[in-house]
């Protein structure tokens, strides 16, 4: 094994172990903390999730924390460039080669940095369609298609959801949506 090779390995795991919430400074935790007992005061809360991210800007910890935010406060253009942040850095840690081919069945059932790249390209796409960006949803949909083809993190529903609102349907049912996995919906 080359250096590089090691320093991705060592990388790919300390990132992994981020993204459920290990490697975190006390001092970053402490502040995710505080803003989380600080919801009735949004600006103070996102002053210290500013604090933390700004502390820790590799972590995906702050990331999530700061997209959480966003999210439940109803800032979904804040919170999809959060989220285009948190792709890029799960990116990174996965390396330049991550998607030349799907990864394993196994990687994206356990592995943490596969899983959160797998999720935030779900979230994106979420987002996406909410805020109109409908095109931007689908090749997101697309990507998460390709590299999750089992559909292990469950984004068939919106590629149901997106190609329904694309065919113009208004139907409160999920009528024709398979069980599990992407079916027969076309890509």
Known sequence: MNVDSLRSANDLAAFADGAIGGGLSPQVSA??????????????????LE?????????????????????YGHQLVQARAVGEDALAIAR???????GDEPPTDD?????????FYLFTLKGLAYL?????????????LKELRRLDPLDHVGGA????????????E??????GYPARGWGGIAP
Not at 92 to 98: E, I, Q, R, S, W
Not at 129 to 139: F, I, K, N, Q, T
């Open 170 to 175: 208004t139907s409160d049912a999920i009528s």
């Open 157 to 168: 529903v919106l590629l149901h959801v997106l190609t329904r609102h694309e065919k113009g």
């Open 31 to 48: 502040l995710i903390a505080r803003a989380g007992e600080l919801r009735q005061q949004p600006e103070e809360a996102l002053a210290l």
């Open 128 to 140: 996406n369609m909410r805020l109109g960006a409908m095109e931007e949803a689908h090749v997101l």
């Open 51 to 71: 604090q933390a991210q700004a502390a820790a800007p590799r972590h995906p910890a702050p990331l999530i924390a700061l997209y959480r935010f966003h999210f």
């Open 107 to 115: 990687a994206t059932r356990h592995d943490a940095a596969v899983r």
């Open 92 to 98: 990174t840690a996965l390396g330049p080669d991550f």
